[in-house]
């Protein structure tokens, strides 16, 4: 089974910290993902990765960074955490010969931002 | 520009009966469409993926379909339990390889 690992499930930082989240998958996939989750607005791509340090911007990159220095392992930054960037943060990979194939989701980090 | 409705927004039906989730989409250019779950504060769990030449899809007490024409596809549930309680989310793969997705349905089960 591929698993999509978020390592921190619930983080609480304070205005103007720098926040990394990571994640990581074990199944090679090329295709990774950075979605938030917010109520009423459903899922919105942030960035997203095809290849070992490649990047591309989503629909919301304003207030991000990202970083995929391996293959298996995609971060997201906040540089300055800011309240409304209080979210649920959620990772996802696929394949590269798959890009009609299934996307699969770790299990999400949901962030406070005070 | 492609648009993907979830509709109701939510339901609640008794333990045991059979019940349909419903999503539609403006645009028939799609490469797939996947069902989703989520369950409270957890992440997406991929249910069925349905590509564009195919109908449906059947996995255990699921069952998928897709009406490229018509711009929709039903997710049906056979015999409901509790543990089916959860947020049904559905996207399509679109021209541009883009996922766009529906708000979701959040349903309960009552035991």
């Known amino acids: 089974d591929v698993k999509v690992t978020q390592s921190s499930r619930y983080l609480v930082k304070r205005t103007g910290e720098k926040v990394f989240l990571e994640c990581v998958q074990d199944?090679?996939?090329?295709?990774m993902f950075w979605y938030r989750q917010d109520p009423g607005l459903g899922l919105r791509l942030i960035y997203f990765?095809?290849?070992?340090?490649?990047?591309e911007k989503g629909d919301i990159p304003e207030g991000y960074s990202v970083s995929r220095e391996k293959k298996e392992r995609f971060s997201l930054i906040l540089e300055s955490a800011s309240t409304n960037q209080t979210s649920m943060y959620l990772c996802?990979?696929?394949?590269?010969?798959?890009?009609?194939?299934?996307?699969?989701f770790g299990e999400g980090s949901r962030l406070t931002v005070l | 520009k492609q648009e993907v409705t979830q509709i109701p927004a939510a339901l609640s039906v008794p333990e045991g009966e059979n019940l349909v989730l419903n999503c539609s989409f403006t645009?028939?250019?799609?490469?797939?469409l996947q069902w989703f779950r989520q369950d409270p504060g957890k992440g997406l769990t991929s249910l069925l993926l349905?590509?564009?030449s195919q109908r449906e899809q059947t996995s255990g007490r699921l069952n998928a379909s897709l009406d490229k024409s018509s711009g929709r596809s039903t997710l049906y549930i056979a015999a409901s339990q509790p543990g089916d309680s959860a947020t049904y989310l559905c996207?399509?793969?679109?021209?541009?390889?883009?996922?766009?997705w529906g708000a979701g349905t959040k349903l309960i089960i009552k035991p």
């Open positions: 349905i590509q564009s």
């Open positions: 645009d028939s250019a799609i490469y797939n």
């Open positions: 990765s095809y290849d070992v340090k490649m990047k």
């Open positions: 996207a399509v793969l679109d021209s541009n390889y883009q996922l766009i």
């Open positions: 199944m090679d996939h090329e295709n």
């Open positions: 996802a990979s696929k394949p590269l010969a798959a890009l009609t194939g299934e996307l699969f």
